[in-house]
C-alpha cells in the first residue's frame, strides 16, 4: 500500500499481543495486514508480565513459546496470607505446565518484529483517528502518520488498542462501569531471587491503616535479576475501591522488602481494568474488537494476555468473503467465554464486600482445606480449565458458571447494543 489513500485486506489497530498475534495469523492466512501502533517499539505497557501455560500455549501456535520460556520459565502459584500458605503447581492439562513471565517492553517487541518477519506492514508512531462508514461497515479509517494525514480502506478492521479503546470509542464501544473492574499499579525490582520458579500471590493484601483490599499484591520473577511487583484491587461503581494503588503497591513492597532482597520501586505505572466481557458494541459488519478492548480480562487475577492471542486467532479465522460480523463475534466470545467469565464475574463481585476476604480468606489458605481447594482455584486462576476437561472441578466450574449464566440475563457480556 502507498501514497495518501490505499487499501489493505486487513487493518490491525494497536500492536500489542492481541494486535501482533492477530498480525501473524492473518500474514500466514495470506491476507495483506497492515498493523499500526500509536507508539514506537520497544515500548512499555502496564502489567504483571505474567505468562499462563495458556499464554505459552498460544505462543506455540506463533513458533515463540521456546524463544520466551527458554531463559526463564515458572512450575506454578505460592498464595499467601491469613495466616497459611498453599503451593499449586501448575496442573497437568491441555496446556501443559510450563509458565513464564516476561517484561512488556520485551514480550511486545518480540511479538511486533514477528509479524513484520511473517510478512505484515507496520506502522509506529500511528494513531488511528477517524473512521467512516458505509451502513454498517467500515469503509475508510484516519491514520496520522508520521505526521501526515492518510486515509486507509480496509477490507476487514480488527481493534486491538487496549483496555481505554480510544479507537473502540469511534466505533460505538462501551463500558459497563457498574460491572467488577480492577484497578492496579505494577512497579519493577532488583532482587536476588529473581529466578525463583514459582510466582507469588499475597491475598492478604492490608493498606497502611490495616484494612484488608478487595485484591492481591503480586511478585513475579522474571529470571533478569528484577522481579514484577504489583497490587490490584476490585471495584465496581457501587462499592468503588478506596485506595491509592501506588500508595498500597509501596506498602506491600515494603512488607516483601527482606525476605525477597528488594531494590527500590521503579518504572510506577497503574492501570484501569474492564473485566469479563462487560462492554458493548464489539463488532460490525467488517470490524471486531479483541483482547482488552473487547474486556477480555479475567476478573479473579487480571490476566489477559492469553485471551488477547486466543481472540487474534479466532477473530482471523472468521474473516470469509461476505461474512458480516455483527452478531457473529459476540455470539463466538459467549460462547468461548460467556459462562466463564459471568461466573467469574460473580465471584470477584462479592470480594468487594469488606467483610468477605476476611471471613474466607484464612478457610482458604490454612490447613488440609486450603490444601484440598486452593490448587483447584489456582486452575481457575491461571484459566487452565477447557471445555474438553471432565473431571470434578472442571464440571462444577462449568455447572456453577451455567447456573449464574440463567440467573443473570440482563447482565452485559457483550451486548450488541448499549
Same mark, same amino acid.
Given at each position: ?95 501443559? =505446565?510450563? %509458565?513464564?513471565?516476561? $517484561? ?6 518480540? *511479538?511486533?518484529?514477528?509479524? /513484520?518477519?511473517? @510478512? #505484515? ?86 493498606? =497502611?491503616? %490495616?484494612?484488608?483490599? $478487595? ?6 520473577? *522474571?529470571?533478569?535479576?528484577? /522481579?514484577?511487583? @504489583? #497490587? ?100 463466538? *466470545? ?85
Amino acid at each position: 500500500m502507498s501514497g495518501n489513500v490505499g487499501s489493505v485486506d486487513v487493518l490491525i489497530v494497536g500492536a500489542g499481543p492481541a494486535g501482533s498475534a492477530a498480525a501473524v495469523h492473518a500474514a500466514e492466512a495470506g491476507h495483506e495486514v497492515l498493523l499500526l501502533d500509536a507508539a514506537s517499539f520497544p515500548r512499555d505497557k502496564t502489567c504483571g508480565d505474567g505468562l499462563t501455560p495458556r499464554a505459552v500455549h498460544q505462543l506455540g501456535k506463533l513458533g515463540l513459546a521456546e524463544a520466551v520460556t527458554s531463559d526463564y520459565h515458572n512450575k506454578g502459584l505460592k498464595l499467601h496470607g491469613f495466616g497459611g500458605s498453599v503451593t499449586a503447581p501448575w496442573p497437568e492439562g491441555h496446556y501443559g =505446565t510450563r %509458565g513464564s513471565a516476561m $517484561p512488556r517492553t520485551e514480550f511486545d517487541h518480540l *511479538l511486533v518484529r514477528t509479524a /513484520v518477519a511473517r @510478512g #505484515a506492514t507496520l506502522w509506529e508512531d500511528a494513531t488511528a483517528t477517524g473512521v467512516q462508514f458505509a451502513g454498517s461497515r467500515v469503509d475508510v479509517v484516519t491514520v496520522r502518520h508520521g505526521g501526515v494525514e492518510k486515509q486507509v480502506r480496509p477490507r476487514w478492521l480488527l481493534v486491538a488498542d487496549g483496555v481505554r479503546s480510544t479507537f473502540g470509542k469511534l466505533l460505538g464501544r462501551q463500558w459497563h462501569r457498574g460491572e467488577v473492574y480492577g484497578i492496579a499499579a505494577r512497579s519493577y525490582c532488583t532482587s536476588a531471587m529473581s529466578q525463583e520458579p514459582w510466582i507469588h500471590s499475597h491475598v492478604e493484601l492490608r493498606d =497502611t491503616d %490495616g484494612t484488608v483490599q $478487595p485484591g492481591y499484591g503480586w511478585i513475579f520473577p *522474571l529470571g533478569d535479576g528484577r /522481579v514484577n511487583l @504489583g #497490587a490490584g484491587a476490585l471495584s465496581t461503581d457501587s462499592r468503588p475501591a478506596k485506595v491509592n494503588t501506588k500508595r498500597l503497591l509501596s506498602h506491600y513492597a515494603a512488607q516483601r522488602r527482606a525476605e525477597w532482597g528488594l531494590g527500590p520501586e521503579q518504572d510506577i505505572a497503574s492501570a484501569l481494568l474492564p473485566m469479563g466481557g462487560a462492554v458493548s458494541n464489539v463488532a460490525g459488519a467488517n470490524w471486531l474488537l479483541i483482547g482488552d478492548a473487547a474486556a477480555l480480562v479475567n476478573p479473579l487475577n487480571g490476566e489477559g494476555i492469553d485471551y488477547g492471542m486466543e481472540s487474534a486467532e479466532m477473530a482471523v479465522d472468521l474473516l470469509r468473503p461476505g461474512r458480516d460480523l455483527t452478531l457473529v463475534w459476540p455470539h463466538v *466470545l459467549r460462547e468461548t467465554y460467556g459462562e466463564a467469565f459471568l461466573l467469574a464475574r460473580t465471584a470477584a463481585r462479592l470480594l468487594t464486600y469488606p467483610r468477605f476476604l476476611p471471613l474466607v480468606g484464612p478457610l482458604g489458605l490454612r490447613g488440609p482445606v486450603g490444601a484440598a481447594i486452593m490448587p483447584a482455584a489456582t486452575r481457575l486462576m491461571g484459566n487452565l480449565i477447557t471445555d474438553e476437561d471432565r473431571d470434578l472441578i472442571a464440571r462444577a466450574w462449568r455447572t456453577a458458571g451455567s447456573a449464574v449464566s440463567r440467573m443473570r440475563r440482563d447482565t452485559p457480556l457483550w451486548a450488541t447494543a448499549a
